[in-house]
C-alpha cells in the first residue's frame, strides 16, 4: 500500500524527536533482477541464515543474505493473497505472514513454503473495535519470544492508520496472541493490547532483542519505538518507497521496495544483531 504522510512530519508536529542521518552505509540491491515483485515485507530467519521475502500478489521467495535466490513460491488463495508482512517465530520455526484486508495470518512451512494454518484476526478488544472492516488493513508483523509464555510468544503488528483516521483504524502497534500450540487448521488470533502510535502510515515492524524495541518503518523514515509505541528516535532511510526491513546476525540491514529491490546496508552499532 502506498504512503503518503511521513512518519517524520508525524513526530515534528507532535515536538517529538527530530529525524537524524541514516545510521549506515548502503552496500547496493541484492534483488536487482527484481525476481521478486512489489515486495513489501521480509525477515532474517536466524535458524536457516536466510531472508524471506513476501509481496502484494502472494509470492514468497528465499533468499541468501547476498542475493541468491534459493526458493520462490506464488501462492494461490481464496481472497486476495497481498502479503504485506512477514515474521518467524522459534517455537514452531514456521513463517507468519500477514494479509492485508483479509486480516489473516498465514502460517507457512520455510522448507517448500506452504500453508500449514491460518490464524484470522479479531476485530475487538473487549466491546471496543479496534480493525475497521474495509480500513486500511494490517501491515507489519514481528514475533517477540518469551519462554514464560504458554505459546512461546506473541506478535506485534501494525495497523496503517492515516493523520485523519477513524478511531477503529487508527495507527497502531497491536499485540497479538497466536495458539501455535493448537492443531486445528485454521484459528483465531486475540488482541491482547492495542497501543496507538503518534506516526502514520507505518508498514513494517521489527523487534530489536538487545534494546528489546520496536524498529517501525514510515514512507521513508524508521523509527525506534518502546514497547508500548512510544517513539524514541527516527531516522531517514534510503529509497524512495520503503516497506518491508529485516535485520542480520552481521549487522545489517535490507529494506525491500514495493517498486522492487532489496537495499542492503550495513549498520552503525546502535542497531546489533538480531
Known sequence: ????????????????????????????????DRRLPEPSGAVYHTVRGTLFVVGDEGDIGELSVDGELLNHRKLEMEYPADFEGVTWAAPTGMLYVIVEMADRILEVDPEDLTVEREFIVERTVGDETVIAEGGQGLEGITFVADTADPDGG????????????????????????????????????SILRHMRLPVFNVAAAHYDTHSTELYLLGDGVLCRASMDGDIRETYHVPGDDPEGLAFDASGHMYLVHDSGGVVKAKMSELFRAP
Open 154 to 189: 506473541t506478535f506485534y503488528v501494525v495497523n496503517q492508520g492515516f493523520e485523519d483516521s477513524d478511531a477503529d483504524d487508527a495507527s497502531a502497534v497491536l499485540q497479538l496472541r497466536l495458539p501455535l500450540r493448537e492443531k486445528k487448521d485454521v484459528l483465531t488470533a
Open 1 to 32: 500500500m502506498a504512503f503518503c504522510v511521513l512518519c517524520a512530519t508525524a513526530v515534528s508536529a507532535n515536538a517529538g524527536p527530530r529525524v537524524l542521518d541514516f545510521p549506515g552505509a548502503v552496500l547496493g540491491d541484492i534483488d536487482e
